[in-house]
């Protein structure tokens, strides 16, 4: 029943990893309008980044429900019940899984009652920006995080023909948290680590070193290594060279330490937030904590920090070692929808009165569109949709995981176990794998 006859919504988010998840039910939760009864239920989507339970509780995102699912298992479920249905449903997952779950809904609900379908991404976009974008069109709502991003996001779709109309800007959804007010004591400086950024030893072994000399020339301040994933878990990239066994072979002093959990809570305690280009330096600049952008291995595409031209933020370890703290450029924050000014708690107004308009659209809401078709890309749509057991029409090949029926208790077992064994395959022997054939 739509949330205009009922006064309260139910909302689906699909994640494929913790991040996903953490950035779908936050964009969930921010997108409903805050008198209105919301009941969120959440499905992790089964692959090599399934977060774990230590992770969903770091991410601390509660949902109604929330369940592990493939694919076609959650397609299954989409369509389980018409008169029970979703009024919105977050698709949180990389490119080419928003599009396969795109035709698979638009084959299961047909021109039938569907739910408004929202995309977006998790955070700074610096690479594949056409390529991602195109496999997330065909969503009512394609999010994009600010201003700068919105116009990216159009001038794609308009370049290539294809409707710019679902484009809608909003903001980060865990943005918030204490503004900065001045040192703490001690002093600390945090240093946000990335799984595949830098993708190599010898520039993750360069910047752990230069992190611990920072700790040692400062020996009063508190340094702290903040570290997404333990060993053998994933994230939404895959992280081979955790810091973890690289600062085995360190000999650190004392105020130097790693340390896990939700980074808002790590932000409280932080005088300096270093990074190569994580999304934690938003984070830190939507609290105006002063935030240092590295150059040291350059300002390359591949780093991601290309995308801070301009902020105000890039610095080299040895300007922070001699004591300089960035100030940032208001222009370029504003523009990226940090929202320091105090803006932030209206970034998702837009979006929620388009969602309202949709829920309320006379005749119900068309069929999905995405851009890629059989028509339009017959040699690329048919292998994405393949990697999610889905035809070229978006329909369950024969044979599909769960296209059938539930899985009974000993099914579940052995799905569990073969689940383990993929995992260990991915996350311990493919590395070592491939680093013997770079010998």
């Known amino acids: 029943m739509p949330a205009s006859a009922t006064n309260s919504l139910r909302v689906a988010v699909l994640a494929d990893s913790d991040t996903r998840w953490k950035w779908g039910a936050l964009t969930a939760q921010r997108l409903m309008p805050a008198a209105t009864g919301v009941r969120l239920d959440g499905y992790l989507l089964r692959g090599r980044a399934t977060p774990t339970a230590r992770q969903l509780r770091e991410v601390g995102v509660?949902?109604?429900?929330?369940?592990?699912?493939?694919?076609?298992?959650?397609?299954?479920?989409?369509?389980?019940?018409?008169e029970d249905r979703y009024d919105v449903l977050v698709l949180a997952l990389v490119g080419g899984g928003v599009q396969a779950m795109l035709h698979g809904l638009r084959a299961a609900w047909g021109s039938g009652p569907r739910p408004v379908v929202v995309t977006g991404y998790v955070g700074v976009v610096y690479e594949k920006l056409t390529d991602g974008l195109l496999l997330r069109h065909g969503a009512d709502l394609v999010l994009a995080n600010s201003r700068h991003d919105?116009?990216?996001?159009?001038?794609?779709?308009?370049?290539?023909?294809?409707?710019?109309?679902?484009?809608?800007?909003?903001?980060?959804?865990?943005?918030g948290g204490t503004p900065y007010t001045g040192g703490h004591d001690p002093f600390t400086v945090v240093f946000a680590a990335q799984p595949s950024v830098p993708d190599n030893?010898?520039?993750?072994?360069?910047?752990l070193g230069r992190l611990v000399e920072h700790a040692r020339r400062h020996p009063e301040r508190e340094v702290l290594l903040k570290l997404r994933s333990k060993p053998g878990e994933?994230?939404?990239?895959?992280?081979?060279?955790?810091?973890?066994?690289?600062?085995?072979?360190?000999?650190?002093?004392?105020?130097?330490?790693?340390?896990?959990?939700?980074m808002g809570e790590v932000l409280d305690r932080t005088d300096l937030l270093v990074t190569v280009?994580?999304?934690?330096?938003?984070?830190?600049?939507?609290?105006?904590?002063p935030t240092a952008v590295l150059t040291d291995l350059g300002v390359r595409e591949v780093l991601?920090?290309?995308?801070?031209?301009?902020?105000?933020?890039?610095?080299?370890?040895?300007?922070?070692d001699a004591g300089h703290r960035p100030v940032p450029d208001e222009e370029w924050v504003a523009r990226q929808g940090v929202a320091a000014?105090?803006?932030?708690?209206?970034?998702?107004?837009?979006?929620?009165?388009?969602?309202a308009r949709l829920l309320d659209r006379p005749g119900g809401l068309p069929p999905l569109n995405p851009y890629y078709t059989p028509e339009t890309a017959p040699?690329?749509?048919?292998?994405?949709?393949?990697?999610?057991?889905?035809?070229?029409?978006?329909?369950?090949?024969?044979?599909?995981?769960a296209a059938d029926k539930a899985p009974g208790p000993v099914r579940q077992i052995v799905r569990r176990a073969a689940r383990g064994a993929y995992r260990h395959g991915v996350q311990r022997v493919a590395p070592v794998i491939r680093r013997m054939g770079e010998l």
């Open 379 to 401: 040699g690329y749509l048919p292998g994405i949709l393949a990697r999610h057991h889905l035809g070229p029409d978006g329909v369950p090949l024969p044979g599909a995981p």
């Open 341 to 355: 000014d105090g803006a932030y708690d209206t970034a998702f107004d837009t979006a929620r009165e388009r969602i």
């Open 304 to 320: 991601g920090n290309h995308h801070f031209t301009g902020s105000g933020c890039l610095a080299s370890w040895d300007q922070l």
């Open 150 to 175: 919105a116009d990216r996001f159009r001038t794609v779709y308009e370049g290539v023909g294809a409707d710019a109309s679902a484009v809608t800007e909003v903001a980060l959804p865990f943005l």
């Open 201 to 207: 030893r010898r520039d993750r072994a360069y910047l």
């Open 62 to 82: 509660r949902a109604d429900s929330l369940r592990e699912v493939t694919g076609v298992e959650f397609l299954r479920a989409m369509t389980e019940d018409p």
């Open 234 to 262: 994933h994230t939404t990239h895959i992280e081979e060279l955790p810091y973890q066994k690289l600062v085995q072979g360190q000999d650190p002093p004392a105020n130097f330490r790693l340390v896990y959990g939700h």
């Open 277 to 289: 280009s994580s999304t934690a330096a938003l984070e830190a600049l939507h609290r105006r904590i």
